[in-house]
């Protein structure tokens, strides 16, 4: 097994999944010679031509929109949006009908598109490169949304959400491209759109989170297992349909809650978690269910000291951490 | 000169006239010779067959709208959304189309095109009843949203343009499989202002996808008048501007509007790329059964407007060239009427949705 990073991880899916499947095609802007502004994308068109490698005009709106077409026409297509941030000319397409297309038809048109898009502030991302997008989309039936936090996951979940005869938005928090690494096996597997992870088991409090987020929370539950206190923290994964159980499981066992996410605070996507768990596991509940998320301004502002004012860092998790286990 | 440039040219050249009446291209040629006038449907390859069913497709789709408002004013049905005097243009822009093979992507009014690419008058009561069999969408959307799978009739939304990009998608993949299918796609003049639309046109003529893009402008978006829509004299000399032909064709000439669809479709078939279709097209009911144009339109329009209409205008052609007469029309008439009561009966029967299955076809449920 080779360690590579979450972007190789990508790349290797849009590889493997085009050389063994014909119907499978990519477009998006930049995503052929350049190989995608992330590279998400390199090789491809070296490899399976313009005609399966298309760099569109410079209009999401239509990518989404050809892509749903596509699809409705024997083809898997992978609409790429740049940045997430630029994702909202296409809502109309994603929400009113890739999402409705099974729904709206009674079960006879299907919509088989990825439409990814690279998430989450960086380091001087600023407001239109740092969008946390997910609330908006994890709440429209029909959509299936994941947000995978590994490699590993990475490569599965993209490969899966290929496969997936729905629409699926497949969100890739930027900061981990080239940051996060992880175990990748050389042969075909998936990871299943659905079921959310343990990725480490703790009494004392449970913590849920996605994608860059989880990798920090990881961290931060480490250096708390240094201070006594034991964090389960458990990777949602898959944003939509939300694997309840799992999260439920743990508070069971841990009977306290911290949900992070950078997304703004006020109905961002652990709002969703928080009101499951106060619905279904309150006499679970020693503390009151916590939240840790962006603040409510309209995004990650450029300068240095705002940046790192807005940033959910390893050591502001750890200061919740605390709070929440004295409480 | 390119192709597309020449024919935008005579795009250019079409007559407008105040009060929308574009005369037609038969009158203009044709002062009422019949040898003449007879070769015009000959000369275009259409048999007198072909001609006679069309003429059919286009009553029926009359009589069917009729019945469908009459349906709504007794309180049978909750809304109706359809096109009237857009018929003419419907059935003949589908006529050269392959039945099974190739793609429909429907808008609201788009009755006779749907009707011609195989749905029945069954099928379209059933959705406007919202019955559990309505084959476009179960009864879950309104009626007016069109889609039936064994016809490639794409299902249809509310939201105006959308359905463009999704044509194009479509015709894309055509062209990769190399099916050979092509695609038809239709929108009001409204519809052309939105993003979709233009981003849709861009990306098919850069891809040279076999598509008819085809623009009803009936000169009203729900109110609001063609002047207040755009500033160009007509929509297909847009075409231009993305690198496609831009034809435009009056839609009381049945004759006319088949004649540039055929010649889209040839091209689309031999790989030379989209067209985009303008037809002017009467408006001559409301928007839907929600809308009072009385409101917005003078009497006078709408007197001038339905001289326009294409069931009248190809009938009188049929009439003149003796494939129709008083005794024909009325058989065909009531051969119409009995299909619609016998239809209008069984699509009343037929069951509504239960609301346990409201929650179905969310996701793949398995072959």
Known sequence: MAEIRYIDAINQAHHEEMAQDARVLVLGEDVGRKGGVFGATMGLVEKFGEDRVIDTPLAESSIAGVAIGMACNGLLPIAEFQFADFIHPAFNQIVSEAARMRYRSNGVYGCPVVFRAPYGGSHGTALYHSQSIEAFYAHVPGLKVVAPSTPYDAKGMLKAAIRDPDPVLFLEHKRMYRIVRGEVPDGDYTVPIGPAAVRRPGRDLSLFAYGWMLSESLAAAEEMAREGIEVEVVDIRTLAPLDTATILKSVAKTNRALIVYEDNQFLGYGAEIAARIAEEAFFDLDAPVMRLAGPDVPGIPFAKPLEEWFSISRGKIAASIRTLAAY | ?367
Request: aromatic share 8%; proline share 5%.
């Open chain 2, 1 to 367: 000169m390119t192709q597309w440039t020449r024919q935008t040219q005579s795009t250019r050249e079409t007559p407008r006239r105040k009060g929308g009446g574009v005369v037609s291209a038969e009158a203009q040629a044709v002062p009422g010779g019949k040898t003449t006038v007879e070769a015009r449907h000959r000369a275009l390859g259409l048999s007198d067959q072909d001609v006679l069913e069309m003429y059919y497709y286009i009553a029926l789709a009359r009589a069917l709208d009729d019945r469908m408002w009459v349906l709504q004013r007794a309180g049978k049905a909750m809304f109706v959304i359809s096109g009237p005097g857009h018929e003419g243009c419907q059935v003949a822009a589908m006529w050269p189309m392959d039945k099974k093979q190739d793609w429909f992507v429907p808008f609201y009014r788009s009755v006779a095109a749907c009707l011609v690419k195989g749905m029945t008058v069954t099928d379209m009561l059933l959705g406007l009843f919202a019955r559990a069999t309505d084959p476009s969408s179960g009864g879950r959307q309104m009626p007016g949203h069109y889609g039936h799978p064994r016809f490639k009739i794409l299902s249809t939304s509310s939201p105006v343009g959308t359905q463009y990009p999704h044509a194009v998608g479509i015709a894309y993949a055509s062209k990769l499989r190399r099916t050979g299918e092509v695609t038809m796609v239709s929108i009001g003049e409204g519809g052309t202002s939105q993003g979709d639309w233009h981003e849709a046109l861009n990306f098919a003529a850069i891809h040279k996808c076999p598509v008819l893009l085809i623009v009803e402008n009936n000169e009203l978006a729900i109110s609001v008048p063609l002047r207040k829509q755009m500033a160009v004299p007509s929509v297909a000399v847009r075409a231009a501007g993305y690198g496609m032909p831009g034809v435009t064709a009056d839609g009381s000439d049945v004759l006319e509007c088949y004649r540039v669809a055929k010649e889209a479709y040839d091209r689309a078939k031999r790989g030379e790329g989209p067209t985009l279709i303008e037809y002017r097209v009467p408006r001559l009911g409301s928007h839907s059964s929600d809308d009072q144009q009385e409101r917005y339109r003078s009497r006078e329009e709408l007197e001038q407007v339905r001289k326009r209409d294409p069931l009248l205008t190809f009938r009188a052609y049929l009439e003149r060239v003796g494939l129709l007469n008083e005794s024909t029309l009325k058989d065909i008439a009531e051969r119409i009427r009995r299909d619609i009561d016998t239809a209008t009966d069984e699509a009343d029967r037929a069951p509504l949705p239960q609301p346990d299955t409201a929650t179905r076809h969310l996701f793949f449920e398995g072959e």
